[in-house]
């Protein structure tokens, strides 16, 4: 018998620990990935702020799928990004992105955001706005597969004096 539990012992120690050691493994591959994919999301960010449609698009997978929900637009392919990027721009004055909280897993997760800027070309009022988003992404291979956003338009349009001021 106890020739029986040595041997017991001698095979289930080395499995056991080979298991531990596999699942801090997998632990720390799944945080490095995490760490990647809010890198990925940081560079987006820094091309919004730097106005530069290029270092957004950079960023998107030549088949990424970019959905802004609030202004029912699709972006197809890094071209249409760049391309919806480079409008922004163009409408927008004082563009800025700023992080409010972010979470990945495996790849995908949410960015939590603040938009604000200066409308200059949608409704031409020449005054400040800020809102508050959230963003679901995927991210596959290094680069956004898919993107897609949500913001409170309604916010921007009683502080571009388009819509009624909420009353205290």
């Excluded at 200059?120 to 020449?126: E, Y």
Aim: a neutral charge.
């Amino acid at each position: 018998m106890n020739r029986f539990y040595a041997l017991a012992v001698s095979i289930c120690i080395p499995l056991l620990l080979t298991i531990n050691g596999n699942a801090q493994n997998s632990s720390t591959q799944a945080a490095k990935q995490a760490g990647s994919d809010k890198r990925i999301i940081e560079q987006m960010f820094a091309g919004w702020n730097s106005r530069d449609a290029n270092k957004v698009a950079a960023v998107f997978s030549e088949d990424a799928v970019y959905e802004d929900v609030t202004a029912d637009h699709i972006s197809r392919g890094r071209t249409e990004v760049r391309e919806w990027a480079a409008g922004a721009f163009v409408v927008f004055e004082n563009f800025k992105m700023e992080v409010v909280s972010s979470s990945f897993h495996d790849g995908s997760g949410f960015v939590e955001w603040i938009w604000s800027g200066t409308d200059k070309g949608i409704h031409k009022t020449g005054k400040n706005f800020s809102v508050r988003g959230v963003s679901i992404v995927e991210i596959r291979k290094g680069k956004i597969h898919r993107y897609k956003e949500f913001y409170d338009w309604s916010t921007a349009m009683k502080q571009l004096g388009l819509l009624p001021a909420e009353k205290e």
